[in-house]
């Protein structure tokens, strides 16, 4: 889902450099209600799970959680496209406005819509299809059946709390009719609306194509298929698959080596990394230094102090007397100065 969010950010993006400004605002409004529907959704199924998180140990929530189950299929056919779905009026404004300014752009978003419909089936069918997996885990385990936070989740899942479920309803129901928000039948185009006057000879205005809205569902369709025929039916095995194609799962596993490409470049060799180097002596030796030689001074003061404390009367008795001395010393310089 996270993943996900960044290729809808993609699409908002693609929006705004065909000039569909519209569009891209217009989808930004629609993808937080289906998006969010979806985070809160996913953070339902993991608390009924007891914090599992790993979809290939669900499976069957659909009888045990009927309004989860609801709303993020709801969100999620709004995620994909599908009318009359709130996802599938700004992503067919963006797809439209990709045709008549940008051909091939058009191809390539077509495309995510696609790839879009086969993740997002894959985790509707890992998550709620089928039977639950996650008992054997918990029948394995040695902890009591009752434990609901030791060693995985156990016992049967159940819908969570209607704290939750209700702002998932909410937010299904705003998936479902944001889509009609800037209509102008509606309320006038409320989106193109929030738009300053001098860009709009900027803004695209393609008409709705019926081709490429029908195009786009049926790849919506396409990408649910092939979820429902690799996951669910299981016609491929997919550790194969994924053999065939190495080394590209092995560098999507790996983000594309993004993150080790900016480790190196930015905190080892680069800028940051010589100022990160810089921060790192100031806090080891200064901070660090002044911190632990309060420390250090407090502990050998008390040292002293604790070999003061022998519990020897005569020790004592002997600096009382050199303390009486050194005072009576102390007032004869005094008074005679």
Not at 152 to 178: D, K
Not at 187 to 193: A, D, F, H, P, T
Not at 204 to 227: D, K, N, P, Q, R
Not at 295 to 320: D, I, K, N
């Amino acid at each position: 889902l996270a993943y996900s969010t960044v290729s809808q950010l993609g699409f908002m993006f693609m929006a705004v450099g065909v000039g569909a400004f519209a569009a891209g605002i217009f989808h930004l409004f629609t993808h937080a209600f289906f998006k969010a529907c979806l985070f809160l959704g996913s953070g339902s199924v993991i608390y009924a799970l007891h914090h599992e998180q790993d979809m290939r140990h669900m499976g069957g929530l659909r009888k045990y959680m009927p309004i989860t189950f609801g709303t993020v299929t709801i969100a999620s056919l709004a995620l994909i496209g599908v009318p009359p779905l709130a996802g599938f009026w700004s992503k067919d404004e963006i797809l439209a406005d990709a045709w008549a300014d940008k051909p091939w752009v058009f191809v390539v978003a077509m495309t995510g819509v696609f790839l879009t419909a086969v993740y997002v089936g894959r985790m509707l069918i890992l998550t709620f299809a089928g039977e639950y997996r996650g008992g054997e885990q918990a029948e394995s385990s040695d902890d009591h059946a009752g434990d609901a936070h030791a060693g995985g989740h156990h016992g049967t899942p159940h819908e969570s709390p209607v704290l939750m479920t209700l702002p998932l309803i909410v937010l299904a129901g705003m998936a479902v009719i944001a889509g009609f928000f800037n209509s102008d039948d509606w309320i006038g185009g409320l989106i193109e609306g929030w738009l300053p006057e001098h860009t709009e000879e900027l803004v695209t205005h393609s008409e709705f194509e019926w081709w490429i809205a029908a195009s786009s569902v049926g790849l919506g369709m396409a990408g649910l298929m092939v979820a429902w025929l690799v996951y669910q039916v299981k016609v491929v095995d997919t550790e194969k698959v994924r053999n065939f194609l190495q080394p590209l799962p092995e560098i999507l596993d790996n983000k594309y080596y993004l993150d080790a490409l900016y480790h190196t470049v930015f905190m080892k060799i680069g800028l940051l990394g010589g100022v990160a180097w810089l921060l790192s002596l100031w806090d080891r030796y200064v901070i660090d230094g002044v911190v632990n030689g309060v420390a250090r001074v407090a502990s050998l003061a008390g040292e002293q102090a604790r070999r003061s404390q022998a519990g020897q009367v005569q020790f004592y008795a002997s600096m009382m007397l050199l303390g009486s001395v050194a005072a009576v010393v102390g007032i004869l310089v005094v008074s005679r100065g």
